[in-house]
């Protein structure tokens, strides 16, 4: 392995071991290709001296890295990457998407396969250590609220045994759904706690929701760019993505109404507040517009506002929500706490019409029973005892902190700011230079970026990418862009 890259992720500062980070790195590494089969491995001893660890930690790793299939050990020869049957899921997965998503327009460029797509976002998001790369969508642990979750576990714990032990209902939990209309009144949409269905998270609210209204062959519209893992989602159940381009103050609406009038859209899924991964928010004008569009073709619009919580509020900033000026007759509201709470809670939850909420639950019936209302039970400890609007204020205050230093310095290394965000964890920015090949490269040396393909139906190169400000502490990262 002398002409690989070495492990830049390995650190004592880490909460995970060394052994464990040992085989994440060189697992990730075999499973992205830059370690092929058959390339010998460094001994124990020079791996050992080249990355600052004894031999028993690499020892270890290796072990471990031989027991899961990576490796191979010959003896008197040393440790080899293993031939393995793999699957290769990227290729499929944009394969999937580009079969789906509408057609380019004449004369465009057409769709090239890519070895960067969703899953490989995805699969090198979920092997980073415990702190979040600048391609995250999730804040720092360290910025979470782990000793209230904490206590609020312990409280739930301490219930009944009755209560914790059966099935939840299909609603959800019913303090938790109070406690939701009481959320969605503050920001003047009205709705009992019969219109509400949780779920786990907005992913499976998303599925849920188009699986009850969608059929193989319909169309969907979404922002372009947009939250990427729908896209893959919505493709696995036959469905045509369609991008609707959006702009600072919310989407293009000659270019909506011009593709409504052609594919009669069954849903349009839209972030009305801290758009991911612009970090923009939809202007009452737009918003009055887009629901007109809607009605004159029958579409269901689906108001993911997941990151709604790290808005400063209309007191602070201007914001119009769909769900208020529709009152949930044609809008679906989306919600949840994996963005400000824990990720590992999995608690969301959709709000809409009496007659949809009972759909959507029956539809949550057949296909996963009932969410488990533990992690419903500990989300409204925390809604109810007021710790939550206390911890909000905390994570916008440093959110508020550290972006203008972020904002100040992508911008001294010449990457372009489209718009510069004023509230939220993204920045949309351009780079200048094609960012899959500038993510290949970063890999290379142990970095995750975000490309802005990924956040594009199209799936088509771009020179935009997305960046977690909450999560740029790193200088070996602001070292590559630099010199980019």
């Known amino acids: 392995m002398t002409d690989t890259p070495s492990l830049h992720l390995l650190t004592r500062a880490s909460g995970e071991s060394l052994p464990d980070q040992i085989v994440r790195s060189i697992a990730a590494r075999i499973d992205d290709r830059q370690l092929r089969a058959g390339a010998r491995m460094p001994s124990i001893r020079s791996f050992a001296s080249r990355h600052g660890v004894s031999p028993f930690t690499v020892v270890a790793g290796y072990d471990r890295l031989v027991a899961q299939g990576y490796l191979e050990s010959r003896r008197g020869a040393g440790f080899f990457v293993r031939e ?9 997965n944009t394969s999937l998407l580009n079969a789906s998503v509408a057609p380019a327009a004449a004369g465009a460029p057409a769709p090239q396969t890519q070895s960067l797509d969703v899953v490989w976002l995805l699969r090198n998001m979920f092997r980073q250590s415990p702190q979040p790369s600048s391609a995250a969508g999730v804040l720092p642990a360290d910025w979470l609220d782990g000793p209230g979750i904490a206590g609020a576990l312990r409280a739930v714990s301490r219930q009944p045994s009755r209560l914790l032990l059966n099935y939840g209902t299909p609603h959800g939990y019913a303090p938790l ?9 503050a920001i003047d949409v009205d709705a009992a706690p019969e219109q509400f269905v949780t779920t786990l998270g907005a992913t499976q609210a ?3 929701v188009a699986r009850e209204f969608c059929r193989p062959g319909d169309t969907v519209f979404v922002d372009d760019p947009a939250w990427f893992l729908m896209f893959g989602s919505f493709a696995a159940l036959g469905l045509r993505v369609v991008g609707i381009p959006r702009l600072p103050d919310g989407p293009d609406l000659a270019r909506l109404a011009e593709l409504a009038a052609l594919h009669k859209p069954r849903l349009y899924v839209i972030n009305s507040v801290l758009h991911n991964p612009s970090s923009t928010t939809l202007s009452a004008a737009k918003a009055f517009q887009l629901l007109r569009i809607a009605e004159q073709h029958d579409t269901i619009v689906v108001e993911d506002d997941i990151y709604c919580d790290l808005h400063p509020g209309a007191a ?4 119009t929500r769909l769900a208020a000026l529709d009152q949930l ?7 949840g706490f994996s963005k400000s709470l824990a990720a590992n809670l999995r608690v969301g ?3 809409t019409s009496m007659a949809y909420a009972q759909r959507l639950a029956d539809r949550k019936m057949l296909t996963t029973l009932t969410t488990s209302d533990l992690g419903e039970r500990v989300v409204y400890k925390i809604l109810s005892e007021g710790l939550y609007r206390k911890h909000l204020d905390r994570i916008r205050a440093r959110l508020d902190a550290v972006r203008p230093g972020v904002l100040r ?10 718009p510069a965000p004023t509230a939220g964890m993204f920045a949309w920015v351009d780079a200048g230079c094609d960012t899959n090949v500038l993510a290949g490269r970063a890999m290379e040396q142990g970095l995750l970026l975000a490309p802005g393909s ?31």
């Open 316 to 319: 602070v900033q201007p914001v």
């Open 84 to 92: 393995r049957s793999v699957l290769n899921t990227s290729l499929l």
């Open 349 to 351: 939850f959709i709000a």
């Open 454 to 484: 990924l956040f594009s139906p199209s799936q088509l190169p771009t020179t935009k990418m997305r960046v977690n400000i909450a999560t740029m502490e790193d200088e070996g990262l602001w070292r590559f862009l630099e010199g980019r």
């Open 329 to 335: 007759q044609r809008v679906i509201y989306l919600g």
């Open 177 to 185: 759904r109070q406690q939701l209309q009481r959320k969605l009144a």
């Open 409 to 418: 310095r992508l911008e001294g290394l010449g990457l372009a700011l489209c």
């Open 206 to 208: 998303l599925d849920l």
